[in-house]
C-alpha cells in the first residue's frame, strides 16, 4: 500500500516527536490536538527539533523549512479522513484510547491503517473499539524521538500481514529499526524498563544511596547513557506511573505498581523535564 498522508493524533512530547520525523521523511503530516494551547506548544517542539537538526548539520533549512510545511495542523478529526495511517499519541489512558479509535472508524476511510503509540495498553482492546482489527497495531517510538533509533511493531492475532508490511516499510522510512513483538503488556522495552526505573526509586527511598549515586552507578556501572532517575524525568514521571498501573494489572504484579514517591510527585506537578522539574531541577 502506498503511503502519503500520516495523521498524528497527539501533540504533546511524543506525538509532536513523530510528526517531526513523519514530516521530515517527506509524508504530509496531519497534527491533530483537541485544543489550541497544546497545538501550538507541540508545533514549537517540532519547530526546535528541526532548529537543532539544522545546527547539527543532519538537516538544511531549505529540508527543516520543507519538512514543517508538510505539517497539517488541525482541530478537527474529520481532517483525519485523508489519512493512509493513523498514529496515536494521546495520554495514556484506555477509554480515551478506545473512543477516540471509535470515533475515528467511522471517519476514516475503511483501507486506513490504525497504529498507537501506547507504551502499555493492550493493542487488542484497542482493535476490538474499532471494526477494522486486521489494521490496527501497536507502533511504538522512543522518547526523545527523534534521536531514539527503535520502533517496537506490535501485532495482535488479528493484525494482518499487510499491515504489518506497511508499518515496518514506514518505519524504516523514518530512519527507525523496527523490532517486531507481540501484544504483551509493556511489549520488550517496558516491560524490563519499568521495573528498573521503580527499583532505582526505591533505593532512594530506602536511603541506600543519594540520587547522584544511583544515576552515576548506572552509567559508569553498566555503560547506560543516563541514569534511572534522570531517565524518570525524560520519560514523565506521569507517564512512568500510568505504564506502571497498567502492567501492575495486566500481569498482576503489585511491585509493577509505581512507588508512592513518584505518585507524591506527580501529584505535586513535578513530572519530569515537560513540566515542573523532577529528581532534577529544570534547567
Ligand atoms: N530534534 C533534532 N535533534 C535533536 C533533538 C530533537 N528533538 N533533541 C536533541 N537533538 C540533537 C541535539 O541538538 C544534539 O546535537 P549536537 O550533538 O550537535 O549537540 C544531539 O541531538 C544530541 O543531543 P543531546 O546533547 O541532548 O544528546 P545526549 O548526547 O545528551 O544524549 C539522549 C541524549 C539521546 C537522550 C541519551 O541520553 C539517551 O539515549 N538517553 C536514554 C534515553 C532513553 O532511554 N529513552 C527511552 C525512554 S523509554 C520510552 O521512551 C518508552 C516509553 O514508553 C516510556
Redesign the pocket.
Known amino acids: 500500500m502506498s503511503i502519503e498522508t500520516v495523521a498524528v493524533v497527539g501533540c504533546g512530547v511524543?506525538g509532536a516527536?513523530i510528526a517531526?520525523v513523519v514530516a521530515a521523511a517527506g509524508y504530509r503530516t496531519i497534527v491533530c490536538e483537541q485544543l489550541d494551547a497544546p497545538l501550538q506548544r507541540g508545533l514549537a517542539?517540532i519547530s526546535?527539533?528541526?532548529a537543532?537538526?539544522v545546527?547539527?548539520?543532519?538537516m538544511t533549512t531549505e529540508q527543516a523549512d520543507a519538512a514543517y510545511a508538510r505539517l497539517v495542523p488541525t482541530l478537527d478529526r474529520h481532517s483525519l479522513a485523508q489519512a493512509d495511517v493513523v498514529i496515536e499519541a494521546i495520554a495514556e489512558v484506555a477509554e480515551l484510547k478506545y473512543e477516540l479509535f471509535r470515533a475515528l472508524d467511522s471517519i476514516c476511510s475503511p483501507s486506513t491503517i490504525f497504529a498507537s503509540?501506547t507504551?502499555?495498553i493492550p493493542i487488542h482492546l484497542i482493535a476490538q473499539a474499532t471494526t477494522r482489527p486486521d489494521r490496527v497495531a501497536g507502533f511504538?517510538?522512543?522518547?526523545?524521538?527523534?534521536?531514539?533509533q527503535l520502533i517496537e511493531l506490535v501485532s495482535t492475532p488479528f493484525t494482518s500481514a499487510a499491515t504489518q508490511d506497511a508499518l515496518r516499510q514506514m518505519g524504516t522510512t523514518l530512519n527507525k529499526t523496527v523490532v517486531a513483538v507481540k501484544d504483551e503488556s509493556g511489549f520488550i522495552?517496558?516491560r524490563l524498563?519499568?521495573p528498573y526505573l521503580f527499583e532505582a526509586v526505591r533505593l532512594l527511598d530506602a536511603g541506600v544511596a543519594d540520587r547522584d549515586a544511583i544515576d552515576t552507578a548506572m552509567k559508569l556501572g553498566c555503560g547506560?547513557?543516563?541514569g534511572p532517575l534522570?531517565?524518570l524525568d525524560?520519560?514523565?514521571l506521569d507517564?512512568?506511573v500510568s505504564?506502571g498501573d497498567v502492567l501492575a494489572r495486566e500481569l498482576a504484579d503489585e511491585r509493577l505498581s509505581a512507588p508512592q514517591r513518584l505518585r507524591a510527585m506527580v501529584a505535586n506537578g513535578q513530572l519530569g523535564r515537560k513540566s515542573g522539574g523532577g529528581f532534577y531541577p529544570l534547567a
Request: glycine fraction near 10%; charged fraction near 10%; hydrophobic fraction near 40%.
Open positions: 511524543m516527536g517531526q517542539r526546535d527539533g528541526y537543532r537538526s545546527k547539527k548539520g543532519s503509540n507504551s502499555s511504538h517510538f522512543f522518547n526523545p524521538v527523534p534521536l531514539m522495552v517496558n524498563l519499568i547506560y547513557p543516563m534522570q531517565l525524560v520519560i514523565g507517564t512512568a505504564i
